[in-house]
């Protein structure tokens, strides 16, 4: 574990964890045999982390960790 030990109340240490998954896929097709036009599609996960033991603000409010996130790009390459 990376992550430090903290105390939220007196002598109860709480431990921070975060599991991050993800993935790419990568295609493209050929128009001619020097132009290609291509598509990234990338997903991540952060799971299992919860929520954030320290509070953010008072009495017991906490930060959600887990997060699901993606990204899509579209593109063109010309081969000379």
């Not at 050929?30 to 509070?55: E, L």
Request: no cysteine; aromatic share 12%.
């Amino acid at each position: 574990n990376s992550y430090p030990t903290f105390e939220v109340t007196a002598n109860e240490p709480v431990d921070v964890h975060e599991t991050r998954m993800g993935g790419t896929l990568f295609a493209e097709y050929r128009v001619t045999s020097i132009v290609g036009i291509n598509a990234t599609f990338h997903a991540d996960r952060n799971i299992g982390g919860g929520d954030n033991p320290i509070p953010i603000a008072p009495p017991d409010d906490v930060d959600d960790l887990d997060y699901t996130r993606y990204q899509a790009y579209l593109g063109a390459r010309v081969f000379w």
